[in-house]
C-alpha cells in the first residue's frame, strides 16, 4: 500500500514551464511503476507517460513526446513530471499513479486500469 501526493500545478501562461511532483509514501520497499495521468474537463483520461521505480524504463504518451521529462528522485521516494512549452490544450488536471512491480510494455503501463493507487490530482491551467 502506498500513498501518492501530487503537487507543483498552478495557472501559468503558454510557452512556460512547470515540474509536478509526485512524493511516493507508505511501502517503498518494493518496486512500482508509476504514471501519470491528465483529465481536461469535459474528456476522458489521457496517458501522459509512466517510469518504472528503478528509473531504467520511461514511456511518453503522444501529447508528451518531446515536450515533457521523468526523473526520480531516489531518496525523496519523488517522481517529477518536467512540462515544457506549455499550451491550452495542456489544461486539465494531472493525476499521479502507482502499481507494483516493473513493466516494460508500453500497452501496460499506458492502461489507467492497471494502476491501484492513485493521487488526488494537481490542476493546471495554461492560458493563451
Known amino acids: 500500500q502506498v500513498q501518492l501526493a501530487e503537487s507543483g500545478g498552478g495557472l501559468v501562461e503558454a510557452g512556460t514551464s512547470l515540474r509536478l511532483s509526485c512524493k511516493v509514501s507508505?511501502?517503498?520497499?518494493?518496486?512500482?511503476?508509476v504514471g501519470w495521468f491528465r483529465q481536461a474537463p469535459g474528456r476522458g483520461r489521457e496517458f501522459v507517460g509512466a517510469?518504472?521505480?528503478?528509473?531504467?524504463?520511461?514511456f511518453y504518451g503522444d501529447s508528451a513526446k518531446g515536450r515533457f521529462t521523468f526523473s526520480r528522485d531516489n531518496w525523496r521516494n519523488t517522481v517529477f513530471l518536467q512540462m515544457n512549452s506549455l499550451t491550452p490544450d495542456d489544461t486539465a488536471v494531472y493525476y499521479c499513479?502507482?502499481?507494483?512491480?516493473?513493466?516494460?510494455?508500453?500497452?501496460?503501463?499506458?492502461?489507467?486500469?492497471?494502476?491501484?493507487?492513485w493521487g488526488q490530482g494537481t490542476e493546471v491551467a495554461v492560458k493563451s
Open positions: 507508505g511501502n517503498t520497499a518494493y518496486s512500482y511503476v
Open positions: 499513479a502507482a502499481f507494483p512491480g516493473e513493466s516494460h510494455d508500453y500497452d501496460v503501463v499506458a492502461a489507467d486500469y492497471e494502476y491501484k493507487f
Open positions: 517510469i518504472n521505480w528503478s528509473g531504467i524504463s520511461k
